[in-house]
């Protein structure tokens, strides 16, 4: 397993909030956890395997909001002092801790997250064992952040491969003919 495996799936923090839905506005308990390569997953509860909804911090465009910038209400029996929330371009999220100091330590550990710096594009080794001539067209492009004044994520650009000459679409043509050709005779050969 490489570091960057490890990093993805070692959590930095993780617990029990209560997250207001999108649809009804309503409170309810959700399983928070931020990964050490920045990543922020929402979970039904800790049991869940699938993330209600993922943002990668270091990456995504990402504003986060303490309980004097939230305007929405907090559940019954807990104070405004416990919200907090974030914006992504897409989504906003309002989460309630169980008390103040368990939203610090959250909206702290959100913020050391922000200053993960992203992993920088590189190309990748070629796997152990394969053919050494040539050039390689690798597929895996890990995304950075380009220096501008607002932090948007470039991903490069997939690699396609391309046929040259045409030889292989005029043998394919080829080969298609012919094994339609046959489908004709088979039965007359296997009936005999």
């Not at 960057?4 to 993780?14: E, F, M």
């Not at 209600?52 to 907090?74: G, M, W």
Request: aromatic residues 12%; proline residues 7%; charged residues 15%.
């Amino acid at each position: 397993m490489s570091n960057s495996d490890n990093l993805s799936s070692a959590i930095a923090k993780c617990g029990s909030l209560q997250r207001q839905t999108s649809l009804l506005r309503r409170w309810k308990p959700c399983w928070l956890v931020l990964y050490q390569n920045g990543r922020l997953s929402i979970y039904e509860n800790e049991h869940s395997n699938v993330a209600l909804d993922t943002v990668s911090i270091p990456y995504d465009f990402f504003t986060l909001q303490n309980s004097n910038e939230v305007r929405v209400a907090p559940p019954t029996g807990k104070s405004s002092n416990c919200l907090f929330g974030y914006k992504t371009s897409g989504k906003t999220h309002y989460f309630c801790a169980d008390d103040p100091d368990d939203k610090e330590a959250w909206l702290a550990a959100i913020k050391e997250a922000r200053n993960i710096q992203p992993v920088p594009y590189t190309t990748c080794s070629r796997p152990y064992g394969m053919y050494t001539g040539g050039t390689y067209a690798t597929l895996c492009h890990p995304a950075y952040v380009l220096p501008v004044q607002m932090p948007v994520a470039y991903y490069p650009p997939a690699v396609y491969r391309r046929r040259l000459m045409g030889t292989n679409l005029a043998v394919g043509l080829l080969a298609g003919t012919a094994a339609a050709s046959m489908l004709a005779v088979w039965p007359w050969i296997l009936w005999c």
